[in-house]
Nanobody, 122 residues
C-alpha cells in the first residue's frame, strides 16, 4: 500500500495550488479520505475528512471555504485544491486513508502519504 503525494511548492499569498495523492495497492473508494498538515514546530492536524459512506467532506475551520478535497476513483487519486492561500497555510501536507470520519475527524488511519511542502510567501 502506498500513497504518493505531490503538487507542493512556493506560492504567493492569495494564490492557489492543487495537491495530488496517488494510491497503489488499495482502492481509495473503500476508505475515508483525509488531508493533514503540519506547520513548523506544530503538531500534525487534520484539515479535511471525506466519509467512505455518505461521501460528505468536513473541513477544519481554518480552511473551510478555501480548500476543496476531491477524488477520482478511475485514476485512484485524491486531490486538495487550495485557494486564497495565506502564509499561515505554510506546512507539510499529508494525504491519508482512514476507516471512518468521526465528528469530521479521521479515525484509525490506515495509510499515510509521504508529505509535500507548501510554502506561502511573497
Amino acid at each position: 500500500v502506498q500513497l504518493q503525494a505531490s503538487g507542493g511548492g512556493l506560492v504567493q499569498p492569495g494564490g492557489s495550488l492543487q495537491l495530488s495523492c496517488a494510491a497503489s495497492g488499495i482502492a481509495l473508494d473503500d476508505y475515508a479520505l483525509a488531508w493533514f498538515r503540519q506547520a513548523p514546530g506544530e503538531e500534525r492536524v487534520g484539515i479535511s475528512c471525506r466519509s467512505s459512506t455518505d461521501r460528505r467532506t468536513v473541513y477544519a475551520d481554518s480552511v473551510k471555504g478555501r480548500f476543496t478535497s476531491s477524488s477520482d476513483n478511475v485514476k485512484n487519486m485524491m486531490y486538495l485544491q487550495m485557494n486564497s492561500l495565506q502564509p499561515e497555510d505554510t506546512a507539510v501536507y499529508y494525504c491519508a486513508t482512514a476507516r471512518t470520519c468521526i465528528g469530521g475527524r479521521p479515525n484509525f488511519i490506515t495509510s499515510w502519504g509521504q508529505g509535500t511542502q507548501v510554502t506561502v510567501s511573497s
